[in-house]
């Protein structure tokens, strides 16, 4: 297809030609273009349908304040809604679609809304779809949900990929205009470091859309040579493409990079980059957006910012008529009618709403002054504009010119609040910038090319000197500084029809009117009841008209009526970008125990805790299912020896003259007395009295003390001990490191496990139950002298041991331990099996240390030494923590052997009601335990140690469950422990 | 009794692989020792370690190269690393030795997994992770940080202009590999 | 944020974990009379203001250190970072 309305001129390559499809169409565009633009240039006018009114829409902008022109972009799963044509560059092969209409573009069945549209105004959906409340979410919601809307997501999971990343710099500049080029090119030649970031894929900002010249030369000639120099020097980075959407704490900003989005082929690498930058300083020159004035009718296609036509036709060569007129209230619109007029656009009227003569001499054109556009004819497009004094003019398109906003956006994202300028009847930034921040050029509200180079190298001179950089003033480009004058005219009031301030949320006059008339006057209802300045555009359009009609209603000024506040991002964020690489397996990182291989190749099935992926048992062959499994495994431990891998425990390497006495204050009970060479369990407790952590400690020398936690507190018992060492007791000698990763520890549990262990331990070491008593601890050699630590501690129950070696030999010490254990058929067992024993011995783990028990309540209070101090001993003695008739640790059994207990049920006396005021405790943990042939439980009960033998029961409404249980010790298997000790 | 032989098998044991010029490898053999210096014998502590590795311990976030290929790096005010290479399991009883007692010593060998990125493209990788500054102006060689990369605790040391060593932990070995090769390809 | 360690230099916030009120080193004596009544103080009363707070962090993902950091709760503006260890010295905490 010819592109109709290509122009001459323009920063186009038309050496090659662009294939791409729009509403499976095929195009032809340029190097250089955008969808947007290419489109123009194809004579495309109409690209999509409106949010609620389903009315025909085109492009209405020339960057990514575009509330019209979104297109779904690619296909497939690749698919990627609410892109915005104008900020898409062309590319071989690009493929988009546009989006909100049922049927196609040209017909859209649901446009059928506009006729309803007396029924859709502000705050619809609060007054229509009230009644009857069951129709919401049945009928309303489902039926609002597929005819409003943007576009549609694929539903497929995204196949591009995503990274981060983290910038440092001394100035960061945001903006490549006119001022950010002054001050990165101020800031690079002074040697700072400096990074200048810009939302598009050409640097230069509006002097790629403008004929302003500079320094004698044009004001592209001057950006390719001030880019040159910038890219040649390597203490910058220029990001091209990369829009900096928000402003954090101490000098953050967030941005987001698209890294491969305009390439046909991203050649797998990641699509977007999102950066947080860690700048020092930043200079803000995100320059400044121009606002359309609302009349009748002013949505139809070919209606558009008049300085948006000026860069499609200066930049793109493209147009979006022949025949195109002027709208505007200042001087900056008749800018427009010049630049068409020398690109032989025909400009068959400028309406000037005020009644003076022309600014510019424009030989022959027909100057309408002191009137306004009221009305537009047509459908998909314009055919005839209506001015108010009834002159009807055949026109094709329209551009319209309402003056400019600064883009204040970055300055308020920490609350600072914008202040108005009569002269630019504009908000500009406040007083109270981000920290570090700085603002310069029209973004400031310094509105002429001269103004804002001047602004970009004050304002990086100044930033750099308050960094003790000297920057030199250098001569600035000869420029136009003539000031503009702009006008309070927002809408026309003589307009019969609606007349649109927020294109995107279909917001009209009318309904801002409305809901001012319903109450709903402060600027953020007004925002949330109408919508406007919602969704993808954040109303950067918009919003300053709106807010203008408001305070024209309630007799106001603007700034008496104040803006809502602007938030990150300035533009949207992929929830891919934000998501990055941490997806699917990857989401966060896993940690695998030493005997992880060895595990996988004998049959492990695997159960992630924390981080961890700890084998949870190991499936031999005719195993039906896992319980077969993990009864093997309890039965061998208890008649034979089982091998299991707790590595993941914590381990904290503790040294010092004072190590001793200072577990004293960190354990409930004592460690200083504790010889060399023994084992000792500890409870650790939370200042306010509650039990925290358990594990045992050995002392492995005058000075040092190995200490174990649960996986699940290793991190957090680490900071507890480094916040005891030195914020309470800071002139203790004691000194603390992590060694969890580096030893490999295998529980070796059962009557064989000491046989099992002489077979591997080198023989000069004695194990034999003399010299190696229960709770021994000591270094030892195994398999010809590598090193080892064994500890003679049970959680099982049986005798047993844990031995630690080098986490470099653990895989291999797993196949060894196994391999020797043949003879007394030794089986490794996994956490499941680990759960059933400790249940069978009544031991704690983190369902009884839930944070809500004490030492009293699992039995150990008299563990809590007063003898000397420690961590949560005073608030431990609180009356109501030690009540005499608190619930106590115990162990249940069903009544009926058979049943199968539940965690989590509440227990009951015989005859009470099952309500919260009878509830007697709480089952924390079951299992079925193969060595007693029936459920087991362990459970807190109202003086539970007195009641052995009752019946109670135990009720889960959550299930649906009640039986009888009996209260037993929580000792099921050896409650002497003698085998402990064998 | 030697019936039974143990096999070494750290978690990244041989990895090595090019990226363009660059390289990425796990170094072999490399020992790691914690030194705690006693409160209120520093002095004494810093003398043994001076001499023992003919080199000073420098300030917190440096590093050092001392006798026999042995890094020292400062972690913080009273602890630091020795880094160096030993095959067989007992390096920490070598540094103690080293020391004479005048600190305390915590064998680290296995508690960590190295890598070593060396080449044109290793800073550029490491923009994807690494929160910490590493413009030489910033970061100079023999600089070392504590930092967290993708969830993950790292220390990372500049031993080069282009090269740096990264230390992070060995369970998690694998993840750990992945957050850098992916950086890697995704600047390659 | 950005925390400028005392010996470290500028750290991101994310390599550190918050804890509170630096108050939490003044931890009562456990012998005095009154224990009881200052350990609940000490537990739970503590302050939370709008403006300049002096809070305990932990530099978990560097070098295990915490610090005092005074900070206003309003700006984040942060005017003041030490070593905890100095401050709980100089508040008179020992062995």
């Known amino acids: 297809m010819r592109q109709k309305s290509r122009i001459k001129g323009g920063l186009i390559d038309r050496s090659k030609e662009i294939k791409f499809r729009f509403n499976n169409k095929w195009f032809r565009g340029h190097p250089g273009d955008t969808l947007a633009s290419a489109l123009l240039a194809n004579g495309q006018l109409l690209v999509g349908r409106s949010f609620k009114y389903h009315r025909p829409r085109g492009v209405f902008t020339d960057g990514s304040e575009e509330p019209n022109a979104l297109v779904h972009l690619r296909d497939g799963a690749y698919q990627e809604p609410n892109t915005r044509a104008t900020m898409v560059e062309l590319f071989d092969g690009l493929n988009a679609t546009s989006q909100n209409h049922r049927g196609s573009l040209d017909y859209d069945l649901l446009a059928v809304n506009d006729f309803f549209s007396p029924f859709l105004s502000a705050g619809f959906y609060y007054k229509t779809f009230m009644w009857p409340k069951a129709f919401w979410e049945k009928l309303y919601e489902p039926i609002i949900r597929s005819a409003a809307g943007l576009g549609r997501l694929s539903m497929k999971d995204d196949p591009d990929t995503y990274d981060k990343g983290f910038l440092h710099c001394d100035l960061l500049v945001i903006g490549a205009g006119p001022s950010g080029l002054m001050a ?50 390597d203490n910058v ?375 961890w992926l700890r084998a949870e048992w190991y499936t031999r062959p005719g195993e039906k299912g896992w319980r077969d499994s993990v009864d093997r495994e309890a039965l061998t431990a208890r008649t ?82 480094e916040f005891a060492r030195q914020c309470l007791w800071p002139d203790m000698d004691v000194h603390l490191i992590s060694t969890t990763d580096g030893w490999a520890q295998f529980a070796v549990a059962g009557p064989k496990s000491r046989d099992l262990l002489r077979k591997v331990i080198d023989a000069d070491h004695d194990i034999s139950n003399e010299a190696f008593p229960f709770m021994a601890c000591g270094h030892v050699t195994v398999c010809g002298g590598t090193p080892a630590r064994l500890f003679r501690i049970s959680f099982s129950g049986e005798m047993a041991y844990e ?99 539940i965690a989590g049920s509440h227990f009951l006396n015989k005859h009470a009601p099952a309500d919260m005021e009878h509830d007697q405790g709480w089952m924390t943990s079951v299992a079925y335990s193969p060595n007693l042939g029936h459920h087991i439980g362990l459970g807190f009960i109202k003086s539970g140690h007195e009641r052995m033998g009752e019946i109670v029961r135990a009720v889960s409404p959550v299930h649906g469950t009640e039986m009888e249980v009996e209260i037993v010790s929580a000792h099921f298997v050896d409650p002497e422990g003698e085998r402990l000790r064998g | 009794m030697a019936d039974f032989t143990l096999t070494s098998e750290p978690p990244l ?46 300030a917190p976030g440096l590093s050092v190269m001392g006798k026999d290929n042995t890094r020292l790096v400062r972690l913080g005010p009273d602890q630091a690393f020795a880094i160096f290479t030993r095959a067989t399991p007992d390096a920490e009883p070598h540094v103690q030795t080293l020391l004479n007692g005048a600190a305390y010593t915590t064998d680290q060998t296995d508690v960590w997994t190295g890598l070593v990125l060396d080449g044109p493209l290793a800073r550029t990788a490491l923009e994807r992770i690494c929160p910490i500054d590493l413009h030489p102006d910033a970061f100079a060689e023999g600089a070392a940080a504590r930092t967290v990369m993708e969830h993950l605790g790292v220390l990372i040391l500049r031993t080069g202009p282009d090269a740096y060593l990264l230390l992070s932990a060995s369970s998690s070995a694998g993840s750990f590999l992945h957050a850098v090769e992916t950086s890697l390809l995704n600047v390659t | 944020m950005i925390i400028d360690h005392p010996l470290l230099g500028p750290r991101d916030a994310a390599e550190f974990v918050y804890l509170g009120d630096a108050a939490l080193i003044d931890r009562p004596d456990w012998q005095a009379d009154d224990a009881m009544e200052k350990f609940h103080s000490y537990g739970y009363l503590r302050d939370n203001p709008a403006g300049q707070h002096q809070e305990l962090w932990y530099h978990e993902q560097g070098d295990r250190s915490w610090l005092v950091v005074t900070r206003n709760t309003l700006t984040h503006e942060i005017t003041a970072v030490e070593l905890a260890r100095d401050v709980a010295r100089k508040r008179g905490r020992g062995k």
């Not at chain 1, 800031?187 to 900002?205: Q, S, Y």
């Not at chain 1, 577990?663 to 039990?691: H, P, Q, W």
């Not at chain 1, 003898?867 to 619930?887: F, M, S």
């Not at chain 2, 796990?26 to 003919?54: C, Q």
């Open chain 1, 237 to 611: 980075r220029l990001m091209p493409r990369t829009t900096v959407y928000g402003a954090y704490d101490h000098g953050i900003y967030g941005a987001l990079e698209r890294c491969t989005d305009h390439l046909a082929d991203g050649g797998g690498k990641p699509r977007q980059v999102l950066w947080r930058i860690y700048s020092r300083r930043a200079v803000l020159a995100a320059g400044a957006t121009e606002r359309p004035i609302a009349f009748g009718n002013n949505d139809r296609p070919g209606i558009m910012l008049a300085s948006a036509v000026r860069s499609y036709a200066n930049r793109y060569a493209a147009t979006p008529g022949k025949h195109i007129a002027v709208f505007t209230n200042n001087d900056d619109g008749w800018r427009t009618a010049a630049d068409l007029i020398a690109k032989g656009v025909e400009v068959p009227v400028v309406v000037d709403s005020r009644d003076k003569p022309a600014p510019i001499d424009l030989p022959g054109i027909r100057h309408v002054a002191g009137e306004a556009v009221m009305n537009t004819i047509g459908r998909k497009g314009v055919k005839s504009i209506t001015l108010t004094n009834g002159q009807v003019i055949p026109v094709d398109a329209l551009a319209v010119s309402g003056g400019w906003n600064p883009n204040v956006h970055l300055t308020c994202h920490q609350r600072g609040r914008p202040t108005w300028r009569d002269d630019l009847c504009a908000f500009v930034p406040g007083g109270d910038l981000p920290v570090g921040m700085a603002v310069a050029g029209s973004a400031n509200g310094s509105m002429t090319l001269a103004a804002a180079l001047a602004e970009g190298q004050a304002q990086a001179t100044a930033q750099l000197d308050a960094l003790g950089i000297t920057a030199k003033a250098t001569d600035l480009p000869q420029a136009e500084d003539e000031p503009r004058e702009a006008a309070a005219f927002w809408h026309v009031n003589e307009s019969k029809h609606r007349a649109w301030v927020d294109l995107q949320n279909d917001v009209t006059v009318k309904d801002i009117k409305l809901a001012n008339t319903e109450g709903f006057r402060s600027v953020e209802l007004l925002k949330r009841y109408t919508t406007m300045g919602m969704a993808t555009d954040q109303g950067k359009t918009s919003n300053i008209a709106g807010l203008a009609i408001l305070a024209e209603e309630r007799g106001k000024t603007i700034p008496e009526v104040g803006t809502t506040i602007f938030r990150p991002p300035y533009t949207p964020v992929p929830i891919g970008a934000l998501a990055g690489r941490a997806r699917g397996k990857d989401f966060r990182p896993y940690r695998l125990t030493p005997s992880h291989k060895w595990a996988e190749e004998n049959g492990a099935s695997f159960v992630t805790v924390g981080n």
């Open chain 1, 184 to 233: 990165a090119l101020t800031a690079a030649r002074a040697g700072a470091r400096v990074i200048l970031a810009d939302e598009d894929f050409r640097p230069g900002g509006r002097l790629n859309s403008e004929t302003l010249e500079l320094g004698g030369m044009s004001g592209t000639d001057w950006v390719a040579q001030t880019a040159a120099e910038l890219a040649s020097m």
């Open chain 2, 13 to 58: 044991k041989g990895f090595d692989q090019g990226f363009g010029d660059t390289r990425l490898h796990a170094p072999a053999d490399l020992a790691i020792v914690s030194i705690a210096l006693p409160l209120g014998d520093e002095d004494a502590a810093l003398k043994a370690i001076g001499s023992a590795f003919d080199a000073d311990l420098p």
């Open chain 1, 640 to 721: 034979s020896v089982g091998i299991c891998d707790v590595t993941t425990l914590g381990k904290i390497d503790i040294q010092g003259k004072d190590a001793g006495a200072f577990l004293d204050k960190v354990y409930a009970n004592t460690f200083s007395t504790l010889k060399v060479g023994r084992v000792r369990y500890g409870l650790m407790l939370r200042e306010d009295g509650i039990c925290y952590d358990d594990g045992t400690t050995a002392r492995m020398g005058e000075n040092h003390y190995v200490m174990t936690t649960t996986t699940a507190n290793a991190v957090t018992v680490f900071r507890r001990l």
């Open chain 1, 803 to 901: 031995i630690a070696v080098p986490a470099r030999y653990g895989n291999s010490m797993m196949a060894v331990l196994n391999e020797a254990g043949k003879e007394f058929d030794a089986a490794p067992y996994g956490t499941e099996a680990l759960g059933v024993m400790r249940i069978e011995k009544g031991h704690c783990t983190g369902n009884e240390l839930n944070g809500q028990t004490t030492a009293h309540n699992i039995g150990l209070g008299k563990m809590v030494s007063q003898k000397k101090e420690c961590i949560g001993q005073v608030l431990a003695q609180r009356p109501e923590l030690t009540r005499e008739d608190a619930v106590r640790l115990v162990g249940f059994r069903p009544v009926d052997r058979d049943r199968k207990l």
